[in-house]
């Protein structure tokens, strides 16, 4: 059976070091006969949460009109989700950050929906590492949603790219996210 992944682009640049790292994974989950769909979030309507809690006390879903209601479907159906974002200001995008906030309608108190999925991280950021970049806190983010929501960490695939062109010199992070790809893929 083909596995389904969905990959979520939360970077502001279409054609930035995110997307290419996100197409090498598509790349390798295609190798390994996978369906692929990737979103770029930016430029969608996702409002942010507004804390009214419909969702929770008639367990019926968000009540907010916006594209987030096309990207429901899509994340219940896809057997893994990889997340990709470049670290801006110690942290995921914004765009990144309004859609994951937005899971909080996926949740109830008997369960999550997305519990059981495999959850992977793309992210670039311009530090020369993990902490001086911020980008350690999106890794300790990610690692708390899974505890949280019951899903499987299924790999990081992570490097310094500050300027367009950086994750292409880069041989070994887009071996990495081919890798990535591939795996999540068969």
């Known amino acids: 059976m083909k596995k389904n992944i969905l990959i979520l682009n939360g970077s502001p640049r279409k054609n930035g070091n995110t ?19 990737t979103v770029f979030l930016h430029g969608l309507d996702i409002r942010p949460c507004d804390a009214c809690d419909f969702c929770q ?67 670039v950021y311009g530090g020369s590492d993990l902490y001086d970049s911020g980008g350690i806190t999106v890794i300790y983010t990610f690692e708390s949603i899974c505890r949280y929501a019951g899903m499987d960490f299924d790999g990081i695939i992570h490097g310094s790219a500050m300027n367009i062109g950086d994750a292409e010199k880069d041989s070994v992070l887009m071996e990495q996210a081919l890798q990535l790809g591939k795996t999540l893929g068969s």
Do not use: H
């Open 57 to 123: 006390e008639n367990g019926s879903g968000c009540v907010i009109s916006d594209d987030m209601q096309t990207l429901y479907p899509k994340l219940r159906s896809a057997d893994a989700i990889v997340i990709a974002s470049p670290v801006y200001w110690f942290s995921l995008t914004a765009q990144t950050k309004l859609f994951i906030d937005r899971w909080y309608a996926m949740y109830s108190a008997d369960d999550f929906e997305l519990k059981g999925k495999k959850l992977s991280l793309l992210m």
């Open 19 to 37: 997307a290419v790292l996100a197409n090498q994974i598509t790349l390798g989950a295609k190798e390994a006969s996978a369906e692929i769909e």
